[in-house]
């Protein structure tokens, strides 16, 4: 598997696990707000790490990672992924895979090897056609998205989905759009916009994050008739 990036360990992208974690290169969205422009636009100047680098590394501190975190860029691209999953699992590792979700049945391909353990998945806005393409920078076809929040709502792995909120992208109405669709009980982790990361549309730093107190006000009203356990980040 092509590799672009690597964190040794972290305890920030896998709550309650110590990762080793993996950046893919490439993306099939272009989101506006996106914080790995180098992964996502130019990816192929990008050096690549060789695997044995990173199961050395991971032989080497064992007894100090509980898994390994595959993020990108959008790992569902790589070919290869399968396979380096499976090598990950031999050194006794868990998996945890970050994804947008829009290649469903790459997506479920993998996850019905029963190989991860994990899945973070990315719910851009509200699930409706227009207002997912402006917000993932391509056309989409909201049904690829529905159809892998489905398959992880059958509960066959531990997953969690993920959502950036940005005004002009995110708005309560948004919000309460995917808080109909999602299951009671499930777990969805909301992050604010923040200006300081890097941006493929620059434009964005004039806009303002949301306050806190407006996505209190938000999670008050998108949990007032379903309860769902909603994670800041």
Known sequence: MIVKGLIENSFLDWDGKIATIIFTGGCNFLCPFCHNKDLVITPDKMESIPESYIFNYIEGNRQWIDGVVITGGEPFLEPDLLDFIRKVKLRGLLVKLDTNGYLHDRFKQVLETGLVDYVAMDIKSGLKTDRYSQVAGIHVDIS???????????????????TTIIPAFVTLDDLQNIADYLNPGTKWAWQNFRKTETLIDSDLMMIMPYLKKDIDEFQKIVTKNKELEIIRR
Do not use: G
């Open 144 to 162: 690829k998205i529905k159809a892998s929040i489905d398959f992880l709502q059958l509960n066959k792995i531990e997953y969690e989905f993920r």
